[in-house]
């Protein structure tokens, strides 16, 4: 039997509202994931607009067009400004030949998409899963910014990952498998990290429950309140289930290094030892 091919639910917020960015394919079992994600978002919107992003959508079968009908009637209901950004013009067409499209509020599609920002180096390291990987990540991310950043910068990247990381071996719990996976890549004119586990993740809009007598437990204020954006990511690929928080740090003009021609991706595997 082949891997069910992977799908994403990103949420990004900002002062205008919330938009829930999906990708891969919108059927039977993963369109409860999106009306859990709307649930969700409806406590945290205050009167803001709404977007359905659905421009990395490859597939949507009916579960997901009634997915989609239920959240424009929640919409409707709880008088909530909702947009759709459609799909690639192959499933948009789908949606007008069943109808569904007279029946969401499709947005208008861009012809030309901006580019994609490349990057100038990517650094991929799987950190076990114990009380030495926050100091580790923060090893791993001084090196790789070394010289991109200013001092304070980079002192704020470092606790931001660190905080990140701490999360992802503090809270999952016992039971979760698998190292705790950490990328950091530098733009031009930014950085960003991603921390992901196997864990079941979190409502974005709320903390995770803090533990007795446990460390930590406040890092997502911090990262809240420093990071210039952050946001979360589900990954579900086949039986596996994963969960990404990641920030981005922007660099003041002239701070990133841009020397180098070509993209660097450098994968390692952090022992328990490191």
């Known amino acids: 039997m082949g891997s069910q091919p992977s799908f994403r639910i990103d949420t990004l917020e900002s002062q205008s509202g919330l938009t829930i960015k999906l990708a891969g394919e919108l059927d039977s079992a993963t369109s409860t994931k999106l009306l859990e994600r709307f649930e969700e978002a409806l406590a945290r919107l205050d009167g803001r607009r709404l977007v359905i992003d659905l421009d990395e959508v490859s597939f949507v079968d009916s579960a997901g067009m009634r997915a989609l009908i239920l959240i424009e009637r929640g919409a409707e209901e709880k008088r909530i400004e909702l947009a759709i950004a459609p799909p690639p013009p192959a499933v948009t067409e789908l949606l007008r030949v069943t109808g569904l499209a007279d029946r969401i509020p499709l947005a208008p599609r861009m012809d030309e998409p901006p580019p994609v920002d490349p990057f100038l180096e990517r650094i991929e390291i799987a950190l076990s899963r114990d009380a030495d990987a926050p100091?580790?990540?923060?090893?791993?991310?001084?090196?790789?910014?070394?010289?991109?950043?200013?001092?304070?910068?980079?002192?704020?990247?470092?606790?931001?990952?660190?905080?990140?990381?701490?999360?992802?071996?503090?809270?999952?719990?016992?039971?979760?498998?698998?190292?705790?996976?950490?990328?950091?890549?530098?733009?031009?004119?930014?950085?960003?990290?991603?921390?992901?586990?196997?864990?079941?993740?979190?409502?974005?809009?709320?903390?995770?429950?803090?533990?007795?007598?446990?460390?930590?437990?406040?890092?997502?204020?911090?990262?809240?309140?420093?990071?210039?954006?952050?946001?979360?990511?589900?990954?579900?690929?086949?039986?596996?289930?994963?969960?990404?928080?990641?920030?981005?740090?922007?660099?003041?003009?002239?701070?990133?290094?841009?020397?180098?021609?070509?993209?660097?991706v450098i994968q390692e595997q952090a022992s328990a030892g490191a």
């Open 135 to 264: 100091a580790r990540a923060r090893a791993e991310l001084r090196q790789a910014i070394l010289g991109r950043l200013s001092d304070r910068d980079s002192a704020t990247a470092a606790l931001l990952t660190s905080e990140l990381v701490t999360n992802a071996v503090i809270h999952p719990g016992q039971a979760v498998g698998g190292p705790v996976e950490l990328r950091i890549t530098a733009y031009h004119d930014r950085i960003r990290v991603d921390v992901t586990d196997e864990g079941s993740g979190f409502d974005p809009g709320a903390l995770p429950p803090r533990r007795p007598h446990e460390a930590g437990g406040h890092g997502l204020v911090v990262v809240d309140g420093l990071a210039s954006r952050w946001g979360t990511t589900r990954l579900l690929t086949g039986d596996r289930e994963a969960f990404c928080v990641w920030f981005e740090l922007d660099a003041s003009a002239g701070e990133i290094d841009v020397s180098g021609e070509q993209p660097d």
